[in-house]
């Protein structure tokens, strides 16, 4: 099973800056990462892509956050990072990184997330 961990959340003042990172871990060899991403859901609301990272060099990202995130992925380490600037109050949220189509040396696993890790943004 591969697990993610994420770390980085935590409370910022509006006009601030914070740094998301998940690290893919498991008990064997991942060769590749096909999607690395993140996730939010703020409460009320449904679970949202935010950004992710394509194996081929793509990269989305929600039209909210263009221009103050940026993802970045390092697939020597199975880690990626979610660096985000001008944060605004409508960015808190639970933010998860999610991993699609995993390859390891036992099995293909189509996606798996990872606990999820609060960011407030409040003055």
């Known amino acids: 099973q591969v697990q993610l961990v994420e770390s980085g959340g935590g409370l910022v003042q509006p006009g601030g800056s914070l740094t998301l990172s998940c690290t893919a871990s498991?008990?064997?060899?991942?060769?590749?990462?096909?999607?690395m991403g993140w996730y939010r859901q703020a409460p009320g609301k449904q679970r949202e892509l935010v950004a992710a990272?394509?194996?081929?060099?793509?990269?989305d990202y929600a039209d909210s956050v263009k221009g103050r995130f940026t993802i970045s992925r390092d697939n020597d380490k199975n880690m990626w990072s979610l660096q985000m600037n001008n944060l605004k109050p409508e960015d808190t949220a639970v933010y998860y990184c999610?991993?699609?189509?995993?390859?390891?040396?036992?099995?293909?696993?189509?996606?798996?997330w990872g606990q999820g890790t609060q960011v407030t943004v409040s003055s």
């Open positions: 498991y008990r064997g060899r991942i060769f590749s990462i096909r999607s």
């Open positions: 999610n991993a699609d189509r995993i390859a390891t040396e036992e099995t293909i696993i189509l996606s798996t």
């Open positions: 990272s394509i194996r081929s060099g793509r990269t």
